[in-house]
């Protein structure tokens, strides 16, 4: 057997169809040559057999035994030299697999596609390995001579193979001839080899025989789908008493006086405690409640939207049942606001449509849609104006609505998110809204003009804002799980007062206030409402009151402790 020597490397250039010879060969060991010569001992030194005066051994394929006596620290040497670039990572320890002898090779990307293509496609390639006894081509020998032994692509359509190839017209024709055979065609005439297609060819001449008339297929009548309730146009509502009205004639509309004669006096004038415990559950909501609303002045009434796509009338003071169900909307309601008399409310939808509904009678009034999803609406507070209404959208503007009219009168074009909330202040002059846009804006009513702009780089969004009853100051619910207070008249931020605590990432939950504003109260993530003290900012109490997030909650406006909380468990309580 001949081992293997630097000098061997031109041999082996001819066979090397990738230049591997030219690659830093990193499983090689190095090889030295003797600079001293060999001097006779008595001992025989083992590789004094060695006629090559090799010190190191690469076996080959056919390699049945070993020749030469390495010593061990040779054959503990590492691999020299630097790593391979085209090398796997996951190289063969073992070059003896069970399949037979593996035979490490390294090539660029370019070298094997080229050869790869050459044997898909040509039928031969050029063999890689490194063994001199092997075949240098493997495949089809005839057509690798064919073709020179080159590959794919170096391989070339000579001039004349192209013209062959090439489509011909027909001839130009005579200038002289106008119509007919050889008339003249310049440019325009056909390829040759293909029939030219005539105007009506294809076309039958039936001449005047009478044809049998084919009987028409009979047509299945259409079967229109049934509109849903709530599409538009197709709005309900259903009652759920006996009688709409009492002995006297007076219907739910009317405060019970007899039950709860406290309602006519004023807001707040009673001081107020945190409740303990649930002392009525309203159920009817099939999927999560998103919205409630209290009647204005009285709160004798409870107005719910839920994501079943139903809005629900609940009695507070009397039995406690659900009065009347809406059937208004397609998709999940996402906000109901009542008017100043309570007379009429809106109410908006993931269905993109706002609308106006009579309370006591359930019609179904005006319906209005710019064909965005609104996310809050809410009606301008003052008496003469309450036929203009606002409406956050989902494309980032507040649309400002005349309901008699039923035109868009205003838009208000800054926020650069969807619009969460809209909070009238200074007298209704003004208003305030925040968007997804972590920001905080005022602006004058009817001017589409921002005012004051609150952004700052440590802000979160403030999908929730409720005004304190004194009216001097909001709150807003920040995702950074603290509720923040402003000031109504500079918009300024009041730092002294931060209440944190609960959980409410990624939830818009709302933050309410006791009627005589010495307790802010919110829901959280968890299913609890936590109660702070106005002036000292600490929790005083936490209620676990749902089994899923608390959405929404009010107090009763002229209870000491009464709240109703409302929870995507669908259920909606009354708490004491």
Known sequence: MSAYSDDDDDATTTNDAFGLSKLPASKKHRTHQLQDKLISQAAPHVLAEDPLNQTSLVTRPTDTQMNVNIPYSDMMLPFQGPQNPFGDSNRFINQNALAGHVEEQAMSDHAFKAQHLTHSILGYSVNPSVDPNGPSILGSIDKARENGFATIDTLRATNSQKKELKRKRKNKGDLEVVDGEGAYVGPWAAWDGEEEIGFLDGVEDTGDQPQEEEEPEPVAPKKKAKPKPGAY???????????????????????????????????????????????????????????????PETGHLLLSGSMDTKIKLWDVYTHGNCLRTFHGHVQAVKDVTFSNDGRKFLSCGYDRQMKLWDTETGQCLKRFSNGKTPYVVRFHPDEDKQHIFLAGMSDKKIIQYDMNSGEITQEYDQHLGPVNTITFVDDNRRFVTTSDDKTIRAWDYDIPVVIKYIAEPHMHSMPAVTLHPSKKYFAAQSLDNQILIYSTDNF??????????????????????????????????????????WKTGRIKSRLQAHSKVVIAHEWLPHETSKVVTASWDGLIKLWD
């Open 492 to 533: 300024r931020q009041n730092r002294k007062k931060r209440f944190a605590g609960h959980s409410v990432a990624g939830y818009a939950c709302q933050v309410g206030f006791s009627p005589d504003g010495r307790w802010i109260s919110s829901g959280d993530g968890e299913g609890n409402v936590v109660f702070w003290d």
């Open 233 to 295: 146009g197709q709005e309900t509502s259903v009652f759920h008493g006996k009688s709409m009205t009492d002995y006297q004639g007076r219907t739910y509309m009317h405060p019970p006086l007899s039950e709860a004669p406290h309602i006519v006096n004023e807001a707040g004038s009673q001081e107020t405690f945190i409740p303990k415990a649930c002392i009525h559950t309203w159920t009817g909501h099939t999927q999560g409640v998103s919205v409630i609303r209290l009647f």
